[in-house]
C-alpha cells in the first residue's frame, strides 16, 4: 500500500494554464505538507495544514492554492502558470507538526 | 530565521572510500533529521537526532549531532554504489511546524 500519493507523477503545460496536483496519505497523519524541490534540489516548504487547518503559508505567490477538504487529502491549485514554476512538487505527510515526514513520490511540473 | 547549511553540495568517491557530509544550523535544535533521496525519487527518511552529543549508527553509516545542537554529521564507511543520491539534513522551523531542509550533498560513487 502507498502510504502518501500524488497524482500526477508527470505535468506537462504551457505558461497560462491552470492546473492542480493531488495528494492522499493512508498514514493518518494530522499534518500534511507542500515541498518545492527546484532543478538545484533544494527542498523548500511552501505550505503546511494540521487537521484541515492552515498553519504555514510561505512567501509563495498567490496563484498558489491549497486546499485540505480532510486530513487525509491535500491538493494544490496553481493558476496561470509560470516558467518559473517549473519544479517538482512534493506532498509530505507526519503524524505532528515538525515530525518525520513521508514523502509521495512528486510532481515533476513543466511549464513551457 | 533558522537556516541550515549543508556541506559539501557534492561528492564523488571511489567505491570503498569513506564519506562525509556536514550539517550546521544558525540556531538551536530540538532535534535533526536526515534523509536520503535517490535520483529519481522522493526524500526517505534516516535517522532523526535528538539528544546533546547524541551518536547513532545504522550498518555503515554513523550520524552525530553536536554538543551544542547546533550541527550535525553523517559519515558513510567504505561506500559502495547503492549509497548513491542526495543527503539532506533537516531542522525545524522556529515555529516547530514543519521542517527547514540543508541543501543536500549529492554523493556519486564510482566503482
Known amino acids: 500500500d502507498t502510504a502518501v500519493s500524488q497524482t500526477p507523477k508527470y505535468l506537462v503545460t504551457q505558461m497560462g494554464n491552470d492546473k492542480s496536483i493531488k495528494c492522499e496519505q493512508n498514514l493518518g497523519h494530522d499534518t500534511m505538507y507542500w515541498y518545492k524541490q527546484d532543478s538545484k534540489k533544494f527542498l523548500k516548504i511552501m505550505f503546511s495544514?494540521?487537521?484541515?487547518?492552515?498553519?504555514i503559508n510561505e512567501t509563495v505567490p498567490n496563484r498558489f492554492s491549497p486546499k485540505s477538504p480532510d486530513k487525509a487529502h491535500l491538493n494544490l491549485h496553481i493558476n496561470s502558470l509560470e516558467l518559473g514554476d517549473s519544479a517538482v512538487y512534493f506532498c509530505?505527510?507526519?503524524?505532528?507538526?515538525?515530525?518525520?515526514?513521508?514523502f509521495g513520490p512528486g510532481t515533476r511540473l513543466t511549464v513551457t | 530565521g533558522q537556516q541550515v547549511m549543508q556541506i559539501p553540495q557534492y561528492q564523488h568517491v571511489q567505491e570503498g572510500e569513506d564519506f562525509t557530509t556536514y550539517c550546521n544550523s544558525s540556531?538551536?535544535?530540538?532535534?535533526i533529521q536526515w534523509y536520503k533521496q535517490r535520483p529519481g525519487g522522493h526524500p526517505v527518511f534516516l535517522i532523526q537526532?535528538?539528544?546533546?552529543?547524541e551518536v547513532k549508527k545504522q550498518k555503515r553509516l554513523t550520524f552525530q549531532f553536536g554538543e551544542a545542537k547546533k550541527n550535525s554529521s553523517l559519515h558513510i564507511t567504505a561506500t559502495q554504489t547503492t549509497d548513491v543520491g542526495t543527503y539532506f539534513c533537516a531542522g525545524p522551523r522556529d515555529s516547530g511546524y514543519a521542517l527547514n531542509f540543508g541543501k543536500g550533498t549529492s554523493l556519486l560513487v564510482t566503482p
Open positions: 509530505a505527510s507526519s503524524l505532528s507538526p515538525g515530525g518525520r515526514l513521508y
Open positions: 537526532l535528538v539528544k546533546s552529543g
Open positions: 495544514y494540521n487537521n484541515k487547518e492552515l498553519i
Open positions: 540556531t538551536t535544535l530540538s532535534n
